[in-house]
Each structure stands twice: as structure tokens, then as C-alpha cells.
């Protein structure tokens, strides 16, 4: 190779490496002061979005996978034992919310916590802010007080996370929330007094709002064919006998009175009329499943009341 | 008979007055109301832990007596203002209710930031605890206003609209004051904005 040539293989070798090499460090700084950021999708105010429900939400990994499932076994295992509902947040940043501020829009929107109890804790733990949070709905501020929650983090949590270790800290966290929540007379979890998880009652053993409407529509089914096949048979009168059965039978099972009598109703009307009356009341009751259902079978039970309870630390 | 049309007339009555909203406004105003209530009672529960936290400052040799003084006349003039429930339909008393309130939330916060240079201060258990419960009850409040916020723009918004305007006008339901957002933020954040904003 002559210099003509060495020249030749500069210009067009090592010009665009040089070149890329200057585009490299003046990019440095812009990558530096864009480092904190996190996988969680952004709304269009730039701000995190509200995640959707689960136990265990960590769009940026912080936790190993066996961590993750430990964690959520061990919410899960919670809740069915002592009904209360708990979940956990760690993200990398809140894009400047303060914490406070995402944590109260997500308590907000997933009201964890049993219905008409209202037993509901969410953890939140922004890693690269240092920031963390337990906040408790309104139902379980007698028995985490602020400074219960505040010394929860400052003893059992910031310790395990200014070594790293979030699942570690996060499991500590729990189990001091636990054994407060425990000492609280609270109505047991649904492995305690009813083999139905999904099925939430309240204290005096009715069925929620939603999950009644749920079940209710076996009995329109079962009711209607019953009374369809009876009025054939009888005339009207073997459709009130229907009628009335099937509402006795409901309002056994709801522990109401009222849901019997509006069962009763509804298979009356159903075996007189048939098929279009049903799917009228399927139109009017046949309500989505809203704010409930989440991932991996965790399902709200919209009760809980986030309005500022619980404590905010730093590590 | 005549018993029947009265009967009649009232059922008429009382369907033409669902019709027009008059129900929808009264639940709406009781939704204010008891928004209001919870306010009011954040802001109670602040002015309740102040007693302790001057005291536990005072015991700190050297404090910044300012700083404190600030925070006692706040106090006082926060609680000395009468809180009815009429308040929240006089947008002046309710103005300097949420002044004085703004201006107390300003000084304990400076006083906070202040009680940061006390390394005894940061020792001390109980300070910290009370620290704990103050900022508990900023949050709560900041909770607290922001659905009272909602609740009246609801109310606001309800009333406007028809049929429920003819309702309202009928029967002297107003529109009701919202929270100045922006003077609160002025307020509040006075004190915090010159640390080292190189103002002259």
C-alpha cells in the first residue's frame, strides 16, 4: 500500500469512525440525564400510567422471576387466609410524580380491599427515586397507623434495599403489614368460611353487588325453563309456584330477601313471557366485569378507600 | 276521592321533581358537604399536632425563634376562622379560610425544612414521629381537597345543565366556589421558591 493509498483508505475508513466516535461522546450527556426512566407505559401527560391490576407489578425486572411468584404466592396466600388484599409496585422511576401522587392515582383506580370491608395495603417502590411507600386504605389505618407503616420501612424495608435486595425488603414489609393486619379483628378470608374465592360477603354473609348479579342468572336459566314447562302443564298458577320457589331458593342463598323477591319476579315475568323477557333482563344485569378482574386470577374487590393513610420513606 | 287526587297530585309532583333533577342535585350537594367535612377535619387533625411539634422544637437549644413564631401565629389565625358548613357557599369567607390554611401549611413547611440542620433534632425519635404524622396529614389534606374539588366541580357542572338549571333556579341552589388553585399554589409555595434562586 502506498501513502496515495493509505491516504485514500483514511479518508473512507477512519473519517466516519472518528466521526462516529464524536457523535458517540457528544451523545453521552443526553443518554446520562435520560437514564431514569422506566419500562411502565407513559400516558400522553408523561406521566406513569396506571398499571394494570395484578399482585406484583415489576416492568422493570427488579425482581428474579422465582422472586416474583414468591411474592405473589405469598399475597395470595394472605388473602385467602385473612381476606385482606395487598399488592406491590417497584418501577424504576415515577418521571418526577411524586410518589405519593402515583401511588394515590393507583390505589384510586384499583381500590384493593374487600368489598364493604375495605381492607386493602399497596406498596410502591420507585428504586432510582430511593422512594417508597406503603399506603393504606382507609378500613386498616387503625391498624397501620402512619407511624406503624413509617417504621415498617424505615426498619424492616429501606435496610434490604440500600443492599439491593428489593424482594428481601419487600417480604420483610409484608410480614410486619401482616402481623398488624392479623392483629386486627377483621372478618376471615375466603379459605376460612367459604370454599368460593371469587365469591366476596360481607360481614353479614351477603353476597356483594357485582358477584350477585353473577349468580344470579343461574337461577333466571334454571327458573324460566322450570316454569316454561310448568305453565304448559298447568296454566299461570304453575308459574307462580315456580316463581316463588326459585325466589325462596334465592333469597336463602343471598341471605336477602329483597334479590328473592326480585328473583321470583323476573322467573314469573320470564315463564310468562319466555325468551324475550330474558334477554331483557340479560341486557339490563348483564354488567362487564369492571375495575375486578386482573392478572394471573387476583381480582379486586373494589373496596378499598386510599385517601392518604400510610407513610413515605427514603433510603 | 278526593284523597285519591291528592295522592295522585303528590306522586305527579314527586316524579316531575325526580324528573328534573332535583334528587340528583340534592345528592350532589350532599356530596360536597361531606367532602367538605373531610377537609375540614384534615385541617383540624394538622392544627391538633402542632401544639406538640413546637413543643418537642422548642426543646432544641438555638432554633430559629422565627421560624416558630411563624408557625403559632399560622396556627392561630388558621383556627381562629369560624368553619360552618355555610362556608362553602361564601366564596370570601371560604377564600380566607383556605388563605389562612394555605399560609399555615407554608410555614410548617419551612419549619420542617429548617429543623433539617438540627442533627439533635434528626435524632430525636419523637420529632421524627411527629414529622411522620405531619406529612401523613399534608397528605390526606392534599387527598381530601382534591375530591372536594371534583365533588364541586360535579355539583357545578350538574346544575348548569338542563333540565336541572330551571331546578336549581327554581329552588336557589347556586354554583359554588371552587378552590383558586392558583393562589393557593402561590401561597404555598412562597417560602420554598427562594432557596438559592439567586433573587436580589
Redesign the interface.
Known amino acids: 500500500m502506498n501513502a496515495k493509498g493509505f491516504l485514500r483508505f483514511a479518508s473512507f475508513a477512519l473519517v466516519p469512525a472518528l466521526f462516529a466516535a464524536l457523535l458517540a461522546i457528544a451523545a453521552q450527556p443526553a443518554l446520562g440525564s435520560q437514564a431514569r426512566s422506566t419500562n411502565a407505559p407513559l400516558g400522553s401527560d408523561g406521566l406513569v400510567r396506571v398499571p394494570p391490576l395484578a399482585r406484583v407489578t415489576d416492568p422493570d425486572h427488579y425482581l428474579s422471576a422465582a422472586d416474583k411468584a414468591g411474592l405473589e404466592a405469598k399475597l395470595a396466600g394472605f388473602e385467602t387466609s385473612r381476606g385482606s388484599q395487598l399488592a406491590v409496585i417497584i418501577l424504576t422511576t415515577t418521571m418526577g410524580e411524586p410518589l405519593?401522587d402515583f401511588a394515590?392515582r393507583v390505589g384510586d383506580a384499583w381500590k384493593i380491599g374487600r368489598k364493604g370491608i375495605g381492607d386493602g395495603v399497596l406498596i410502591t417502590v420507585a428504586v432510582q427515586d430511593h422512594a417508597t411507600r406503603i399506603d393504606v386504605a382507609r378500613s386498616l389505618e387503625g391498624a397501620i397507623p402512619?407511624?406503624a407503616a413509617?417504621r415498617i420501612i424505615r426498619e424492616r424495608m429501606a435496610p434490604h434495599f440500600l443492599v439491593k435486595d428489593y424482594a428481601g425488603g419487600i417480604s420483610s414489609g409484608l410480614d410486619g403489614l401482616f402481623a398488624l393486619i392479623t392483629a386486627e379483628a377483621l372478618p376471615p378470608g375466603a379459605g376460612n368460611a367459604d370454599a368460593n374465592p371469587m365469591v366476596q360477603r360481607d360481614q353479614r354473609g351477603r353476597v356483594g353487588g357485582e358477584d350477585r348479579l353473577r349468580m344470579v342468572i343461574p337461577f333466571l336459566f334454571i327458573g324460566a325453563f322450570l316454569g316454561n314447562a310448568l305453565r304448559r302443564g298447568l296454566g299461570a298458577p304453575g308459574a307462580v309456584v315456580v316463581a316463588g320457589g326459585t325466589g325462596l331458593i334465592a333469597s336463602l342463598v343471598f341471605a336477602s330477601a329483597l334479590t328473592g323477591v326480585i328473583v321470583g319476579f323476573l322467573v314469573f315475568l320470564l315463564s310468562l313471557f319466555g325468551a324475550p323477557m330474558f334477554l331483557a333482563t340479560q341486557v339490563l344485569g348483564g354488567r362487564g366485569p369492571g375495575i375486578g378482574m386482573g392478572s394471573g386470577g387476583f381480582r379486586s374487590g373494589g373496596g378499598g378507600d386510599?385517601?392518604?393513610?400510610?407513610?413515605?420513606g427514603r433510603w | 276521592m278526593r284523597q285519591m287526587r291528592q295522592l295522585g297530585l303528590a306522586i305527579l309532583a314527586a316524579s316531575v321533581l325526580a324528573g328534573c333533577g332535583y334528587n340528583g342535585i340534592q345528592s350532589r350537594e350532599q356530596a360536597v358537604q361531606s367532602a367538605w367535612a373531610?377537609v375540614v377535619s384534615?385541617y383540624q387533625r394538622r392544627a391538633d399536632l402542632i401544639p406538640n411539634v413546637v413543643n418537642s422544637v422548642k426543646g432544641q437549644a438555638n432554633f430559629e425563634q422565627e421560624t416558630l413564631t411563624q408557625v403559632i401565629d399560622a396556627r392561630a389565625k388558621a383556627t381562629s376562622v369560624q368553619v360552618t358548613p355555610e362556608l362553602v357557599n361564601d366564596p370570601a369567607a371560604l377564600q380566607k379560610f383556605l388563605q389562612a390554611q394555605g399560609q399555615l401549611t407554608s410555614a410548617l413547611s419551612h419549619l420542617l425544612a429548617v429543623s433539617e440542620r438540627y442533627p439533635t433534632l434528626q435524632a430525636n425519635q419523637g420529632f421524627q414521629?411527629l414529622r411522620?404524622?405531619l406529612?401523613?396529614t399534608e397528605?390526606?389534606?392534599?387527598?381530601?381537597r382534591n375530591?372536594y374539588i371534583k365533588a364541586v366541580e360535579d355539583y357545578n357542572v350538574y346544575i348548569s345543565q338542563l333540565p336541572q338549571n330551571l331546578t336549581a333556579m327554581a329552588f336557589g341552589y347556586k354554583a359554588k366556589p371552587q378552590y383558586t388553585v392558583e393562589n393557593e399554589k402561590a401561597i404555598e409555595t412562597a417560602p420554598t421558591v427562594d432557596f438559592g434562586s439567586g433573587k436580589k
Open positions: 405519593e394515590h402512619d407511624l413509617s386510599f385517601s392518604g393513610g400510610g407513610a413515605s | 373531610e384534615q414521629d411522620t404524622e406529612e401523613g397528605n390526606r389534606i392534599s387527598i381530601a375530591r
